[in-house]
């Protein structure tokens, strides 16, 4: 069964710095793995994918993953943080070929610090 | 665009009243949508798959008469909560399934049942 794993429930940077959110996967069939972010009281937008193309993976605001998968992982990073970068994020997978259905993983806060 | 709308945003019930909550797909068709149930400070969690025109498949553990859920057509889906207690109150969101492994998010439906 596929699963997903973030390291680290909360995770704080201050303004500028880098930030890195970890995920690892557990899938028995080449997966697809997506990044979310949430902000307070609202729904998840699609920070980005990945879908068995290119490993490394540019997404919206300047957020990239990269997806190893001798490490079984899909780690989130942007160079520089910003204070409107502070959410939720939540790293998800879905089998190849599955009907859509999403495994999310625990989520991890993100605090970004002036 | 793909946008994704829920109504009611929030709602506050009295127990033993039933809820109903719509999920709206309004740039596009979706045979699938999803519900999840978000718990605060926690993760989504699958509840069912809405398919228009057939049942909805319940996760394991999600009691289907409790949630009843109709897909009526390609752009809207429905999630009552009948006879709502206490333990209901919750994020309830949304998912429509645009093409194959992308999903586009409600804003969510914040229910308190008093």
């Known amino acids: 069964a596929q699963s997903v794993t973030q390291l680290g429930s909360h995770v704080s940077v201050s303004e500028g710095a880098l930030v890195l959110l970890r995920c690892n996967y557990s899938s028995s069939v080449p997966p697809y793995l997506f990044w979310y972010v949430q902000y307070p009281n609202q729904g998840l937008q699609l920070l980005l994918k990945y879908t068995s193309a290119a490993t490394l993976v540019k997404g919206i605001n300047g957020f990239e993953a990269e997806f190893k998968k001798s490490e079984t992982s899909f780690h989130l990073t942007k160079p520089s943080a910003h204070m409107s970068d502070a959410a939720e994020y939540f790293c998800?997978?879905?089998?190849?070929?599955?009907?859509?259905?999403?495994?999310f993983g625990q989520g991890t806060t993100l605090q970004v610090k002036p | 665009g793909a946008v994704v709308s829920q109504h009611p945003s929030r709602v506050i019930c009295k127990s033993g009243t039933s809820v109903k909550i719509e999920c709206r797909s309004l740039?596009?068709?979706?045979?699938?949508m999803f519900w999840y149930r978000q718990f605060p400070k926690q993760s989504l969690m699958l509840m069912a798959t809405s398919n228009e025109g057939s049942k909805a498949t319940y996760e394991q553990g999600v009691e289907k008469d409790k949630f009843l859920i109709n897909h009526a057509s390609l752009t809207l889906s429905t999630l009552t909560v009948t006879s709502a207690h206490p333990e209901d109150s919750s994020f309830y969101i949304c998912?429509?399934?645009?093409?194959?492994?992308?999903?586009?998010f409600g804003p969510g439906t914040r229910l308190t049942v008093l």
């Open positions: 740039d596009f068709q979706a045979t699938t």
């Open positions: 998800a997978v879905t089998p190849s070929g599955n009907t859509g259905k999403l495994i």
């Open positions: 998912s429509a399934r645009k093409r194959a492994n992308e999903q586009f």
